[in-house]
């Protein structure tokens, strides 16, 4: 259940934070203060905030000429808001699937929003708000490709992927051969090649590849797993937490989410209603 601290977070000035600009339309200023020595207060304070996000994903994380744009850094820009931080005092770090947990863990990140799935390993270690968004794993191959329908046309098969993905683990659960590097977009000059027969992540993140080389790639099949989708910050954070998913559930009720998503991802994917928070992240 949502803490009624969501009233402090319904209170804030979260439209500031709108997708597709590089500064909120007007300063974000809270008009509710926050617990003296809680996270909130020592962002508030400093008036700044470090995100990680990914950098080579078109839609979600894409490493731009002004700094990341996507459907994650849209989201990182809605948080921000609500602490009273413009999005120029964001600072967005680059983070990769094996580097997320001990970016939070060490403080060199505030928070994680990185196609991050919310699983039990990982949240022996971090903490989740959300999930904001739910994805599937699913399959890229060459769009001449014919011969791949599902994962278990995988089996056997070298399959590129990235190293502390769950999609990584799955593809090893379900007997293909994982060729694991640290980008996604390291993957597909092995598949331009033969070195592999696909590329298997989140059926967002394969989206963007295909929409980022058109008529090159392809994705077959239907999504074989759920990924929900988490912020990640510093275990039991709870206060956090909490303020974090009244500022996801206020952004689904007064559409910032809907337009963050269609100014990025939305391009490409259809809008979905986001889940409930709390379903996984507990």
């Known amino acids: 259940m949502l803490s009624v601290i969501g009233l402090a977070a319904a209170s804030m000035l979260i439209l500031a934070g709108c997708a597709g600009t590089d500064e909120p339309a007007a300063d974000p200023k809270p008009v ?5 020595g809680s996270t909130m207060a020592k962002l508030s304070e400093a008036g700044k905030i470090t995100i990680g996000t990914k950098f080579d994903q078109p839609l979600f ?4 000429p002004d700094g ?3 459907f994650d850094v849209e989201i990182g820009k809605l948080i921000a808001a609500s602490l009273g931080i413009k999005a120029s005092d964001i600072t967005f770090t ?15 990140v505030d928070l994680v929003i990185a196609t991050y799935t919310i699983n039990d390993k990982r949240k022996e270690v971090v903490s989740f708000a959300g999930p904001y968004y739910s994805a599937g794993q699913s399959i890229l191959v060459k769009a001449d ?9 995988l089996v056997g098969q070298p399959v590129c992927s990235v190293t502390g993905s769950t999609p990584a683990a799955k593809l090893a659960e379900i007997g293909a051969k994982p060729l694991l590097t640290d980008t996604y977009s390291n993957c597909l000059e092995p598949l331009r090649s033969g070195a592999v027969v696909a590329v298997s992540t989140d059926n967002v993140i394969l989206a963007g590849l295909a929409a980022q080389n058109e008529g090159e790639f392809k994705i077959a099949g239907k999504p074989f797993t759920e990924e929900p989708y988490g912020i990640g910050l510093k275990h ?3 206060d956090f937490r909490t303020f974090i998913n009244d ?4 952004a689904y009720k007064d559409g910032s989410y809907k337009k963050a998503w269609e100014d ?10 986001p889940p409930a928070v709390d379903d996984y992240s507990l």
């Open 236 to 238: 039991d954070d709870s």
């Open 32 to 36: 509710a203060s926050f617990a003296a």
């Open 61 to 64: 994380g894409l490493k731009g």
């Open 94 to 108: 680059e983070t990769v699937s094996a580097n997320r947990e001990p970016f939070i863990e060490s403080g060199q």
């Open 264 to 273: 990025t991802a939305g391009k490409v994917l259809p809008y979905v209603a």
């Open 247 to 250: 500022v996801l559930t206020k």
């Open 68 to 70: 990341p744009v996507g």
């Open 145 to 153: 490709n014919k011969s791949i329908k599902s994962e278990k046309d």
